[in-house]
């Protein structure tokens, strides 16, 4: 039996330990490490199996060029950076690895929320500019946690999990999430809200774990941000797109929102001249210190990426000798 060749796309560099360890006997395993689709041209055509992390996407003019691929793993979650209905029209499964990092999400997502909550984040940006002494005044008034509502949108994986967080330190947990299925409620001890407007409107953290979908596409814009509390805060480790980041810089501008925490960003790394990150980098804007942006590392662990890369080659092998994928999402 010929060798077969898997292309490993984006982030992950050489060596392909855990990669070669599991595919070795069967594949031949490259790693191109492109920072964009344009990149891939020319080498990604003969491959049996793809991995993809989130630099990049696979659309349909790379994915047209493809011969002989039988399957795209997405080492990850989210799968919306692959044309999966263009993929599955070529006869390509697209697989995603659903369960290598929702704990470091979650973690994540608590661990900005209090960041914002407790004032960490402000106080800490005050004092490392050299304003003022260390007096309370400084401080801008922070409130107790425990009995405040913390408001999902998406109730899945990653959200159930950020719940039971958000239940150990004491707040009420609702979600919005029109296609969990009857019952989450009732075994979490959550309750599900079936209006958006009505969830912002009593929610003081808004929290977003749901997929980039069309529907999702800014579902937290100008207008459903101005339904939120006045002086509530808003997560983002969803998706950038889910969130209008130009509507939180709005939002934070007009003293709307307290305060923001954004994992995500539509386009990722932001161009340099995009207003909010010029606004974020000017200690005299108050995105400054009321703005956390992550560079999309809410799933980062050692332990999580090791399981991501076991588990997409684990994939690759299956199909590469003759078995079903898992967790086909196309
Ligand atoms: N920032 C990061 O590092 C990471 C981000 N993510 C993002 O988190 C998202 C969620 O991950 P999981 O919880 O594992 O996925 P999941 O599939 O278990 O849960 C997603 C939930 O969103 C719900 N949903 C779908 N459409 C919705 C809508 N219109 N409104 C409200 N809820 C809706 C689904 O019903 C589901 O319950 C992923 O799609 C990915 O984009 C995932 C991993 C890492
Ligand atoms: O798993 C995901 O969806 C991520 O965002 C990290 O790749």
């Known amino acids: 039996m010929s060798r077969s060749k898997v292309v490993v796309t984006d982030f992950i560099h050489p060596p392909l330990t855990h990669e070669e360890k599991i595919l070795g006997e069967v594949a031949d395993t490259v790693a191109l490490n492109a920072f964009s689709e344009d990149n891939l041209v020319g080498k990604i055509e003969d491959a049996d199996a793809i991995m993809l992390y989130h630099f990049i996407s696979l659309s349909e003019k790379t994915i047209l060029r493809l011969e002989n691929c039988k399957l795209i793993v997405r080492c990850g979650v989210g799968f919306d950076n692959v ?23 979650a973690d994540s997502a608590i661990g900005m929320m209090l960041t914002l909550a407790r004032g960490v984040h402000f106080m800490n940006s005050r004092l490392q500019r050299g304003e003022g002494p260390w007096v309370y005044e400084q401080v801008r008034p922070t409130h107790r946690l425990r009995g405040r509502v913390f408001g999902m949108i998406g109730a899945g994986r990653i959200g159930t999990a950020t719940a039971l967080r958000a239940k150990a330190l004491g707040m009420r947990v609702v979600y919005y999430d029109p296609y969990a299925p009857d019952g989450r409620d009732k075994s979490l001890g959550i309750e599900r809200i079936e209006d958006l407007a009505d969830l912002l409107a009593i929610s003081d953290v808004v929290s977003a774990h749901c997929p980039r979908t069309e529907e ?46 954004l994992d995500v960003l539509e386009i990722e790394p932001p161009e340099e001249n995009d207003p909010l990150m010029q606004a974020w980098r000017d200690p005299s804007h108050p995105a400054f210190d009321r703005i956390i942006i992550n560079p999309h590392a809410a799933f980062y662990s050692e332990e999580g990426l090791d399981d991501m890369r076991i588990k997409g080659s684990q994939n690759c092998y299956r199909v590469l000798t003759g078995e079903k994928p898992r967790n086909v999402v196309n």
Do not use: W
């Open 83 to 105: 044309d999966r209905a263009f993929a599955r029209s070529r006869g390509i499964d697209v697989a995603n690895v659903p369960d290598y990092g929702t704990e470091e999400v």
């Open 216 to 261: 999702t596409q800014h579902i937290l814009n100008d207008e459903t941000i101005a339904q939120m509390k006045r002086g509530s805060i808003l997560v983002n480790t969803a998706r950038g797109g889910v969130v209008d980041a130009h509507a939180v810089l709005r939002a934070i501008e007009a003293d709307h929102l307290r305060a923001a925490a």
